[in-house]
Structure formats: C-alpha cells, structure tokens
C-alpha cells in the first residue's frame, strides 16, 4: 500500500507542477477577467482541451486513473507542453501505478564496471572519461578523469558528484562556475532515475541525506523538473589549468544499462586540449613523484 501511495503522489506532483507551467493564454483559452486562483490551467481547464472529462482528468492527476490510454497520454501530454524527456517520464510513473508493474521486482544491477570499460577507460590517455549510473555514483575513471575532477574525491564514501555538488557546496562553486545550471541538470536526471527505479533503497536515501540538509536541493527537488543524460558543455575552474570549457559525449554502457560514461571532448590543437595535455604532464610527474 505504501508503496502504491507513493507511486501516486509522484504523478499527482509532476502533473500539477507541469499544470501550473501553462497559463490559459498560451493555451489559447479566453480572458475570462475573474480572478484565478491558481497561476497555470485549472484542472476543468486541461480536461477540457485534452478531450476527456473532468472527472476523468482529476483521477488522472490523482494516480487513480486505471490504464489511460496511449491517446489520453499523448494528449495530456499536448495540452501540458511536456517536452519528450517529461513525456517519456510520465509514462513511466504512470506504468508504476500498475499492479503487474509493482509486482515485478527490479532486478539488481551491479555497479562494478566491466573490464572491457576498464581498458577502454584507460586507452583514452589524453580525454577524461567518467562512468556514473544514475544516482550520480562514480564508478570508474581514467587518470586524466581522476584529475579532472579530483575535489569530488574528497568527500568521504564512494564518490558521488550529487553530494558534492550540494553537501560540499563551496568548493563545488569554485570548481564549477555555473553550478547553478549543472545542479538544475543533475537534480532533472535523478529525478528521472526515481521514475525509473522508485525502489532503489540507496537512491532513496541518496535523496532523504540531499534534501535534508540543502536548502538548494529541496527547491530543485520541488520543481519536478526532469532530463535525460546528453552530450553539451562544462566550465571548470580548476586549479592547475585555470578557467576551461570542454565539451562532453554522454553514452549509455549496453551491458548495464544504468551506467553512463563521459568523456571530455576538446578539439584536438585547440586550447582546452592543450590545458588537458598539461593536466596529464602534472598528473603524471605527481604519480611518478
């Protein structure tokens, strides 16, 4: 049962927050003049344009909807301006209110990277590549990836940059100048990861220890935003080669399909390649030292 209470307070807590999103104007709905209460579409409001009853939307939005069709979704969906990563997010809560879903136990995935990563990890010399799975958990680097981001090592327990980010958050500042746009990024991935794996014991506990002790957590948290892993940009301040902006690729590891590798990406010549190559010349000397 708590578990099914659960399930339902996710989709009611995503659907009002994308609810709330929307105004009536960029719905294309009429002025009405009267003073709202609510600052997005009214439920009656998203029932209406999504050609279902209200009574049926409300069931929705409450978890209590029995198995919405694909069309109801779609146009849900529409009406909400859910862009594809909130479409597919909501499908997956929505399946979690099934009993044949909830009934199937999520098989464990191991976090021990494979040795085939392993080598290819390590033949990628003078990139840095990271793996990670969903909960921000990093498994495995290279020796340039290592020193990349080697204030994420501090922390004690496995490494996790979530944590850091936001239990360590003034190095985590200075280490990442926009850190406000990378915690936006990360706190949407795991918000998906939740979607996906409600019953991961260390997920769930990852987030009880975030949100209880950061403020700025608990306000990313409540937003209800999410995104999926991809490729784009990071800025670093790092202390050895200074202010740096390298691209990343974000590939998902077939073998376990909760892990993720990252690797830096700089155009070879370019100046960002070249503060990598003399990260690697110090990391080098450091470990011969």
Do not use: C
Not at 6 to 28: C, H, I, K, N, S
Request: charged share 25%; hydrophobic share 40%.
């Amino acid at each position: 049962m708590q578990e099914k209470e659960a399930a339902r307070a996710a989709v009611r807590e995503f659907l009002t927050t994308r609810r709330a999103r929307v105004t009536p104007a960029d719905a294309g709905l009429p002025h009405q003049g009267a003073r709202r209460r609510v600052t997005g579409l009214r439920r009656e409001e998203v029932a209406l344009l999504a050609g279902v009853s209200p009574e049926y939307y409300v069931r929705l939005e409450r978890g209590q909807a029995t198995g919405p069709s694909a069309g109801v979704v779609d146009a849900v969906a529409g009406v909400l301006r859910l862009d594809d990563d909130e479409r597919a997010h909501l499908g997956r809560l929505l399946a979690a209110l099934s009993p044949a879903t909830r009934k199937r136990r999520r098989s464990v995935e191991k976090d021990q990277v494979t040795p085939g990563v392993r080598v290819l990890l390590d033949s990628l010399d003078h990139l840095p590549a990271v793996v990670f799975n969903g909960r921000f958990d990093i498994l495995a680097t290279n020796a340039l990836g290592r020193a990349l981001l080697a204030p994420v090592f501090d922390l004690p327990g496995r490494p996790n940059s979530a944590r850091f980010l936001f239990l360590d958050e003034a190095r985590a500042r200075d280490l990442f100048p926009q850190w406000d746009r990378i915690t936006a990024d990360t706190v949407a991935m795991l918000r998906i990861e939740a979607g996906r794996h409600p019953d991961d014991p260390d997920l769930t506990e990852l987030i009880g220890q975030l949100a209880t002790r950061s403020t700025e957590f608990r306000a990313r948290w409540a937003t209800n935003d999410v995104r999926a892993p991809r490729a784009g940009t990071k800025t670093f301040r790092h202390p050895l080669i200074g202010r740096v902006t390298l691209p990343y690729e974000t590939l998902r590891i077939d073998a376990v399909s909760s892990q993720l590798i990252s690797v830096y990406t700089p155009r070879p010549g370019s100046p960002e390649a070249d503060a990598l190559r003399l990260l690697a010349s110090w990391n080098a000397n450091n470990l011969v030292q």
